[in-house]
């Protein structure tokens, strides 16, 4: 029985995860996403992250299994590219999709994990360079 009480366990620890993931980068800017397909361009730790496997609800609590999720991929198509610029290289002259950016700031954080961490230099200037080419 320990066994059982312990998957369940494992279970909505990774369910709470991929919840959590979902509310923190997805669900702010949902209401603003353009159709179906999401282009992730992932920088250092978010590339390791399966932004499809995120759910849009919390499990219940004694759900052993991941059946009857709610993952984003049956809401979109995820595409991932590694580099922005590879987009570019494209023809989007119709294009009417907006893209989101963001940069960390660390400046005036009061999160103890932040401690040491400063601006990305140049984030600011290469999403301004990518809204040259995309609504956003």
Known sequence: ?????NSVAINQN?????????DKLIRPIEKDICGKRIIIVPDEELAYLPFEAFVKEKANINQAGFDGLKYLI????FSYGYTSSLLINRSY????????AFSPDYVNS???????????????????????????
């Open 1 to 5: 029985m320990g066994t059982v009480n």
């Open 14 to 22: 990774y369910v709470d995860a991929l919840y959590y993931m979902y």
């Open 74 to 77: 049956y809401d979109y198509t």
């Open 93 to 100: 002259s119709n294009f009417s999709n907006r893209v989101f």
């Open 110 to 136: 009061t999160d103890s994990t932040a401690e040491g961490y400063s601006t990305l230099f140049g984030a600011g200037r290469e999403i301004n360079s990518i809204f040259r080419w995309f609504k956003g």
